[in-house]
């Protein structure tokens, strides 16, 4: 870039309202020249990136740096590199706030002509990847093993409502979103599975998933088992008003809610008095070190109506270390640009208070057998070793009680039928102090829940109204699970009807065997089934 003039930089949707609170950043900072471009009137050059002669549009600005701040970046149809074209083709370095995952993925098929051009087109530049995989890379260090990766993003219901940001909610709301979960992509429906969250400064609010770049890009660059984007209104009618919306499109009723995105903007503003101006942000990162298991969480809180500006603050930081030559050529996600540190030293004319946390972390079987966890064979112990969500797939081989009364009671518990081998997969799913357990055997699926005892040793696993108590013995092939005790809600089962498990993991190489043979008194054998599953997620 030259010194001898102001560098120049055409601020495509610079008026709306992440590129409105980015242009503002980038005019405090000395040396540049920043041109708002779009649409409306208020820009300073007008500019529609659908007008055929974009590019001689954008080369007669002569820019040094072109930003796109539009959106969204989900619609922007069958060439949605055009701008970023055009600015590699003017010599210009490139930069966009997309929040969308193929888009910024897709940024890379510009790289041989960025590098060529000897600029740098860099997409993603917003609060999601950009900012929280710096995140990530601050809280993965020493790290070997990530169980989940999980960004929320939470702003405050008087933040202003961008029609680019309600349009990429409502395509999403009730379609099917792909999410990287314990090893695998698995689809789930936008705007949906409902949890409640709390960031400090905050209290809980609602939060579900929604697509993100990190979804497509955070699995490969960091090894992750599992890959969560999350967002939420502060106000729970709006947030869970969405949430109802959306269901006639998880159902194919209609295609999609998009088409409503301004009358739907309109009722939303109605409610802006209501609830704050204070939003927040929170990257989490599960995983095992030298150290053991730990939980670290990075937070983010905006006040004083400054959370805006935080989608806008990359861009600030991108630029200032495009202008110190700190950038590389080519294109690509913004992954890793920057760091917290840098995000910090940016933001100090911004409400923004930034924290850290760290929590270790007990597996279920760890706290219940204590120092002898670390005894068992390593593929024994990899199989308890639930962070968050762990994956393990197989086969076996399925025995069943033949009398009417076994029968009867593994129909109940939905034990799966005889089989000579059938596919089996293992779920496991840590949920505060508590594992789910999936059980599939070729598509017959049951299920319980585990966690520690207070007995030292033991475990208690839930199937429905049933409770067991197991004491967890430690041999010299690996782990049996004998049943100590038992209730049916709270009435305790007599001794003489607890049901006997002859249960029994060991280790073969990198997986793990098991052999489970359940029986009742007076009605003999219910279910035997046998096999031998590895990790694989």
Not at 59 to 67: G, M, N, Y
Request: hydrophobic share 45%.
């Amino acid at each position: 870039m030259t010194a001898s003039r102001d560098v120049r930089i055409l601020l495509i949707g610079g008026t709306g309202v992440f590129g409105s609170r980015l242009a503002t950043g980038l005019r405090k900072m000395p040396g540049l020249t920043v041109v708002a471009a779009g649409r409306g009137p208020a820009n300073d050059v007008r500019l529609d990136r659908a007008a055929p002669d974009l590019a001689t549009r954008i080369a007669a600005q002569t820019p040094d740096i072109v930003i796109d701040a539009a959106g969204p970046f989900q619609t922007y149809g069958a060439d949605p590199y055009a701008v970023a074209r055009a600015a590699i083709d003017a010599g210009a370095h490139y930069l966009d706030l997309s929040d969308d995952a193929a888009f910024t993925a897709g940024i890379a098929t510009l790289d041989p002509a960025a590098r060529a051009a000897g600029v740098a087109a860099i997409s993603g530049v917003s609060s999601v990847p950009a900012l929280s995989s710096a995140a990530v890379e601050a809280l993965r260090a020493d790290l070997t093993d990530i169980h989940l990766i999980e960004s929320v993003i939470l702003p405050g219901n008087r933040a202003p409502r961008g029609l680019s940001v309600m349009r990429a909610i409502l395509a999403q709301a009730g379609r099917p979103v792909t999410i990287w979960r314990a090893g695998r992509p698995q689809d789930v429906a936008g705007w949906g599975d409902l949890r409640r969250i709390r960031l400090p400064g905050l209290g809980p609010r609602w939060t579900s998933v929604i697509g993100a770049p990190d979804l497509a890009l955070f699995p490969d660059r960091y090894g992750a088992r599992t890959v969560t984007f999350r967002a939420g209104l502060e106000m729970s009618l709006l947030h869970l008003g969405l949430w109802a919306l959306s269901l006639p499109v998880r159902t194919g009723l209609i295609r999609s809610l998009e088409p409503a995105a301004r009358p739907m903007r309109r009722v939303a503003d109605l409610f802006e008095p209501f609830g704050t101006d204070r939003g927040g942000m929170r990257v989490r990162v599960i995983g095992r070190g030298p150290k053991g298991a730990v939980r670290r969480d990075w937070t983010l809180l905006a006040e004083a109506g400054d959370g805006p500006h935080i989608p806008a603050l990359p861009g600030r930081i991108m630029v200032a270390k495009l202008l110190a030559g700190q950038v590389a050529p080519g294109a690509r996600a913004c992954l890793g640009e920057f760091t917290l540190a840098e995000a910090r030293d940016k933001s100090a004319d911004l409400a923004l208070t930034f924290a850290t946390d760290e929590a270790s972390i007990t597996p279920v079987f760890a706290r219940a057998l204590g120092p002898a966890h670390a005894e068992l064979p390593p593929s024994v112990r990899d199989l308890h070793d639930v962070l968050h969500r762990r994956r393990w797939s197989g086969t076996a081989s399925v025995e069943r009680g033949t009398g009417l009364v076994a029968r009867l009671i593994c129909a109940i518990m939905r034990f799966p039928p005889a089989a000579g081998r059938v596919p089996v997969t293992v779920d496991k799913h840590r949920h505060g102090d508590t594992e789910n357990w999936t059980r599939d055997f070729g598509g017959r699926r049951f299920r319980s829940h585990l966690r520690a005892d207070t007995r030292p040793g033991c475990v208690t696993e839930r199937f429905g109204a049933l409770t067991f108590r197991i004491r967890l013995t430690p041999t010299a092939e690996g782990l049996a699970y004998p049943v100590e005790a038992g209730r049916l809600g709270p009435i305790p089962i007599p001794r003489a009807l607890l049901p006997r498990s002859d249960t029994l993991e060991a280790a073969e190489g990198q997986a793990a065997t098991f052999d489970v043979a359940l029986s009742m008194p007076f009605v003999g054998p219910l279910v035997r089934y046998r096999g031998r599953i590895a990790s694989v997620g």
